[in-house]
């Protein structure tokens, strides 16, 4: 940076523009983010002050700028950052796959990490398939690794498992461990590393919950060993989420507070926000009533970080509210909120476990009578059994058992627990196949 800053004091600016870009690509592929962020900045005010009389000259130099700050700003801004998108935005108007076929990979790359929040996972699909057509296309291999991340994630937040778990495993079917430094260097994080951490959420709403935790634990083991840090924070993000799916509050407050580490040390706004909001959620699960209004916060500051999870935190918020003295209309409130997010963006992963928590409400308001709360009883239930979620159909009859007070009805009740409870593999923490075990205190 030092170079090209007196490069540019010298009146050279296309040097110093050249030294820019590669600074900023040498600090984002050692996961230094503000420094390569910073960087790319420079190069692009540069391109467009100084340079600005030769614009047609410096498309190359002026979209590797774009996309370079586009990349690293995604775990600083959040991948739903609208600023962010508007430079891969920006960026899009510059790329043409046959130029370049990596850039231009990369360009989608950034516009599909946003396109949840910005305009829906529907978009976020359309994306996802592009640049797979992209990669196969080119024929790198590198690049069809990314894509398979890709469409793996968005199967997954569409409630898609089946179709994830087939992306997940050809990225790592497909990747080789001299790898890592060429994918660090074109994406923020290894994505071979974070499809294992999604096929271990994807393995876990499917009712494995010991591979998941198997997997979970590799992914964790491997981005350790590699040191890489966006990675790291990434993983050790998700493995705190998963500990929400399956109830384990020490593991989330575990692994939280290593991702809160990595994003203070590292200064990654995103990962310290998630961070703080699901160990607040562990620690109302372990006794901290005063950690509710923290979710709270969260959930706001979320929205303008990455709305294509806010999702996600109000199910923290919601399951945090229940764990004291529940009022049923505030939590239909948060429910109805968060049920109508999601329909409009398209994350259908949690829509059944949503149902289940605005029948949860309308079933306690009218002490078990309310019409709607038991038809999205059914609905939730019909939704898991399409996605093959066991784990919420399972809370669904629990819940279904609890206002019953037909004989037949809870002897129907009984008999799916069992067929169900089959479908589970592993110990689901404390909602486990029991519903008589003691919770964890």
Known sequence: GRVALHLHQAGRYREAVTHWLQAGEQAFARGMLPEAAQHFQDALDCLQNDLADSASLNEADTLRALSGLGSASLALMGYGSRTVHGLF??????????????EHFRVLWGLWHGAGSCQGFDEAARLAHEAEMVAERSGDRLLRIAASY???????????????????????????????????????????????????????????HERAWVEMDRACQHADQLDHRPTQAFVYSFRSALGFFADRPHETLAASRKAHDIAEAYDYPLWRTGAIAVSAWARTRLGDDQ???????????????????????????????RRGAPDPQECLTIADAALASSLQRGDRCFQPTIRLQRARSLLELAHGADPEGWQELERARADAREQGNPNVERLVLLEVERHARDPDW????????????????????????????PREA
């Open 410 to 437: 809870r002897q129907w009740v009984a008999r799916s627990l069992r067929q169900v409870d089959q479908c589970i593999i592993g110990n689901p923490g404390a909602e486990a196949l029991s519903h008589d075990l």
């Open 150 to 208: 890709a469409q793996g994630n968005t199967c997954f937040w569409t409630g898609h498992f089946r179709q994830a778990m087939d992306h997940q495993t050809r990225a790592l079917e497909l990747y080789q461990p001299r790898d890592h430094a060429h994918l660090i260097a074109r994406h923020t994080e290894n994505p071979a590393i974070l499809s294992r951490a999604f096929f271990a959420w994807t393995l876990l709403f499917s009712g494995n």
């Open 291 to 321: 950690a509710v209004d923290i979710i709270r916060e969260q959930v706001e500051i979320m929205r303008g970080v990455m709305d294509g999870v806010s999702t996600l935190f109000r199910l923290f918020l919601l399951d945090a509210i």
């Open 89 to 102: 935005e920006r960026a899009a108007e510059l790329s043409r796959p046959e130029r370049d076929p990596v």
